[in-house]
């Protein structure tokens, strides 16, 4: 294999710099990809630094990849040399517990994960897309339309899909009222997907200053959380809320704006844990609180068909990976709109 | 109308006592009833004692009601004279909104409860169960077959339809495990229900005293919920769990009993918050908490029906209406299998 450059840490502490690492010679199913794109997701962060106490160093993050396809095995099909493909959260799982099976692999208890996890082919750990290049089997490899500009459909392999799936799975489209929580790196894709399937879309947001944002892209309406009024004006009306927000918050004055059989669905882990919400909110309008992981591969294509058809991409500052560590203290500020993509390029300058 | 004997309490700490109200002349569409038997809910003590904060003095509580019709209005279709009927938690609701119009009248926002309710047709507060007779609108009597022995079916009114409803609107069939979460009033029909809606069904109860009588009820398993091995032997494997305890107690070792997109549902509101449930266990599953609330009336008569058919009825313990109050304590010493009955014949004692 060429020399691989990536951006690794060390320990919880230190900073993001430069590092080799070996990649895999490609199997049989395999696809080498040279990396053009990847996208900066808020749990780079939390696994670079070890929040959630599962770090295995040295690490090199990443798992919104976009790249072009350099290398196939014999046995891979459908994927062509040049081709612009995509890598997302997962690189492998058990391929034949009943959640693969049902294209869940999301849920499989063995998913490897593009970075920060043991890796069953190889040994070692695995090292995300903060690198030159990749080798992922062709089950965990996307297709991406030459339609989408690359930068920006980047942040689909993790925010997008992690987005998309619920709304889908909770069946959102047309005459619907959905909420989205948070205009973020999440949020503002949500906006968009809940507006492309035809839903009324509300955003919700603690930002004033996210309003016209907001609207720009795709909600028909911005309602400032913290206003008692605004959000009492919207009890029991809404079919689905995504909450994209994953610092602890009160619950209670969301799941008392879903309809009957409303379902409040949450994509992140918060480090303190929300407030205990109230069960009587549940129980007076038979309203859910429910939980949603990424999708499956499957799904995750589907999704990208749906973005080159809808015209979809998410809304991005493009940084060179010397750029990381500054980028990292910026998103801990939410200062960015709405996600750092690194260019994989300005690693050439280094070889 | 004939004087119409009741028990009542007139404040929070005074035990209840004979007490005389008044029923309305029956409309064109009530129904007079005379009553039989009327079952004895948690929630009446709760109420009584004001721990819910609306309680309405004097109080007559009582909602799980089982009579004979002795007057008809003259636009009541499809009762008899001398038919044995059913009063469940409603008496009325606005009749047009969009839960009415589903037939969810228990999501109404205008809902007259049977008892410590403010009554819109005649003033005043709505008199439950604990008295000789009632007069309800037809929508809200539902048809017990001669096939149920009467006090037995009494607690179907409340216990059953609420441990019926969240059974139905899930799904639970053949092929499903489900688990029942305490064996009371509500647990013990629960266990019937979904047996006898064809699941695997798994009783989890704190008491190793209860085991016999769970596998006696319908139980193909009893978990002790402390033993944490037995717990974990069950992990990801439920597609539903019932949880039918009201206490405050940690959720999270019975979510992460369900399989991907299985739900806990809470049928009752804990008088101290649940320990925040945790959203890592909702996400990493997609599974969900949910909430229920009694059923609705075409719901209530779809149960009645179904425990016909399938002979189920409550385990109960009958009491005349003048040990209404040791009962009460009994009740908060969880010492009744499984439901109290009140036998109105006691009150004719006292006119």
């Known amino acids: 294999m060429p020399k691989t450059h990536a951006y690794a840490t060390h320990n919880a502490t230190l900073p993001l710099e430069p590092f080799n ?3 895999r010679n490609p199997g049989p199913k395999d696809i080498q990809i040279e990396i053009l794109y990847c996208g900066v997701c808020h749990s780079d962060i939390h696994q670079a630094r070890n929040e959630w106490g599962n770090a295995l160093y040295p690490m090199v993050p990443g798992h919104e990849i976009i ?8 046995e891979v099909i459908g994927f062509n040399i040049g081709e612009r493909v995509g890598v997302g959260c997962m690189v492998d799982s058990c391929r034949t517990c009943p959640d693969c099976q049902d294209h869940q692999e999301q849920f499989c208890n ?4 593009t970075y920060n ?9 695995t090292f995300g897309g903060y690198s030159s290049q990749i080798v992922v089997n062709q089950h965990f490899v996307l297709h991406i339309s030459e339609k989408l500009d690359p930068a920006a459909a980047a942040p689909l392999l993790c925010a997008g899909i992690t987005t998309y799936s619920p709304l889908k799975h909770w069946n959102v489209g047309k005459g619907d009222k959905v909420g989205i929580i948070g205009l973020g790196g999440l949020g503002h894709m949500g906006v968009k997907f809940a507006r492309a399937m035809g839903a009324h879309v509300v955003l919700f947001t603690t930002s004033p200053g996210k309003i016209s944002d907001a609207k720009r892209l795709g909600a028909h309406e911005v309602v400032i959380s913290k206003d008692i009024e605004a959000m009492q004006a919207h009890r029991a009306s809404f079919d689905f809320i995504l909450n994209t927000v994953a610092a602890s918050h009160n619950l209670d004055s969301f799941t008392e704006l879903l309809k009957r059989d409303g379902t409040l669905c949450l994509v992140g882990v918060p480090d303190q844990p929300h407030p205990s919400p109230s069960i009587g909110n549940l129980i007076f309008k038979r309203r ?7 999708g499956g591969i499957q799904e995750t294509q589907e999704m990208l068909d749906f973005c080159a058809e809808h015209q979809i991409v998410s809304v991005i500052e493009i940084i060179p990976m010397q750029q990381i560590n500054q980028a990292y203290e910026r998103m801990l500020k939410s200062d960015v709109r709405y996600r750092f993509v690194i260019d994989l390029a300005s690693l050439k300058n280094e070889s």
């Open 110 to 113: 063995s998913t490897t994960f």
């Open 117 to 125: 996890s043991p890796d069953k082919i190889s040994g070692g750990n």
């Open 21 to 23: 690492i070996e990649r």
């Open 67 to 74: 790249g072009t396809v350099t290398g196939l095995g014999n």
């Open 288 to 294: 859910q609180i429910a939980g949603s992981l990424i």
